[in-house]
């Protein structure tokens, strides 16, 4: 039981000193490479590249490995280092919620080799299963910031998991079992070790990985006066990184580049209803620029929260202003002064509007707010940034 309250609190600290890291980690990238990227603020209040908008399927991975094992349980030291070596096999699969902080499960083949209680010290033979669930910590990417094709990556982890042994030695001088126990056993494992990854290419990591894991002293088969059994594995691999399904193809963390690819369809689209509102004698919602700000007017159909095609044109205004104003300017969305529509239904279309600048433009969500007051946004009197007008009343005039 003692051994069971130990392992349950040394997984509550991992996963408390695991996402203290994290909030603490550092994005970066280098200082100019040709590409425009999306700033935003980081802790310290400089700004800094900001991350492409990751969901829950992007940045998986899986990975095959092969190596040994040295187990450190009872009696080893009679021995020498070598002939305790052991080969091992892992499959391993994982996720980075963040360049600094990841998870993964990992399953562990071992063929293992035990030393008994006989006065020689006969050896005996078992196998073991492994199943370890990690929390993973970048230090490169924490300490240096992330770069997109940086080489060499160290990485360390600590987990929990299970181990079950099974298939020991038949031996004539064990049938009764005082040399060692034939039983299978489950235990409970602790471990923590260090991963060093090198970048073959953008799809393709190899890994050398070493770790040590702690368990109850049952797991060799020989009870003695030591608290833990455990083994060394050391591993060479190969891992693969899916492709992420929200960053158009891309197999790892990249930033969020000023993406231009839908200029030249939006202004085509707006010169086409340019047309149409000539013929109609309408105009389309007009820019007003002071100094630094600038006001882009967004209609939307009574009691509709959905973007039409001339009103992504408007969004897409925004956003190339957004871009001329400063790259790291913030973006206000309100209302249109004098407007007596409901608070619901202008909070639906004002993150109707922070969804498609977030998901179709990589606008950083941090840098558009929603103010259902327009009073209190030019009462801000905000430099340097775009007012995005919601006129919820319906239909252009």
Not at 42 to 53: F, I, M, V, Y
Not at 310 to 337: H, P, S
């Amino acid at each position: 039981m003692n051994f069971v309250k130990f392992i349950a609190a040394s997984a509550i600290l991992l996963a408390t000193s695991t996402a203290t890291h994290a909030q603490n980690a550092r994005y970066s990238a280098p200082e100019n490479d040709g590409q425009s990227y999306w700033l935003d603020s980081n802790q310290e209040g400089r700004d800094q590249r900001a991350l492409h908008k990751y969901k829950f399927l992007d940045n998986w991975y899986i990975g095959l490995q092969g190596g040994g094992l040295y187990n450190w349980g009872t009696n080893q030291g009679e021995y020498g280092f070598f002939r305790h070596l052991r080969p091992s096999a892992a499959l391993q699969f994982g996720k980075w919620m963040s360049p600094s902080m990841g998870m993964r499960a990992q399953l562990i083949y071992g063929n293992n080799r035990g030393v008994s209680n006989t006065p020689d010290y006969k050896t005996f033979h078992w196998q073991s299963l492994s199943l370890y669930a990690d929390g993973m910590l970048n230090l490169t990417n924490m300490w240096c910031g992330y770069e997109e094709s940086r080489f060499f990556n160290f990485i360390v982890f600590a987990g929990i998991g299970g181990e079950q042994t099974f298939s020991f030695s038949k031996r004539d001088w064990n049938k009764n079992q005082t040399a060692f126990n034939r039983d299978h056993s489950t235990l409970l494992g602790l471990r923590a070790g260090f991963i060093t990854l090198f970048r073959l290419n953008d799809k393709f990591d190899l890994s050398f990985e070493m770790s040590n894991t702690w368990t109850d002293d049952s797991y060799d088969g020989v009870l003695s006066s030591h608290r833990w059994d455990g083994h060394v594995n050391a591993f060479l691999g190969i891992n693969y990184r899916f492709m992420n399904p929200s960053d158009g193809g891309n197999h790892q963390f990249t930033y969020a580049r000023l993406d231009n690819s839908k200029a030249d369809a939006l202004n085509n689209e707006l010169n086409k209803l340019r047309a149409e509102l000539d013929k109609a004698n309408r105009n389309i919602p007009v820019e007003v620029r002071n100094s630094r700000q600038v006001n882009v007017l967004v209609s939307f159909e009574d009691n509709s929260t959905s973007i039409d095609k001339l009103q992504e044109v408007n969004v897409f205004t925004a956003v190339q202003e957004m871009r001329k104003v400063n790259n790291n300017a913030d973006l206000y969305i309100t209302k249109l002064g004098g407007n007596s529509s409901s608070d619901n239904l202008f909070d639906k279309r004002a993150q109707t509007l922070k969804n498609s600048l977030v998901n179709e433009y990589n606008v950083p969500a941090s840098r558009i707010i929603i103010e259902k007051d327009p009073a209190k946004v030019e009462a801000a009197n905000p430099v340097s940034s775009i007012i995005l007008y919601i006129n919820e009343n319906g239909k252009l005039n």
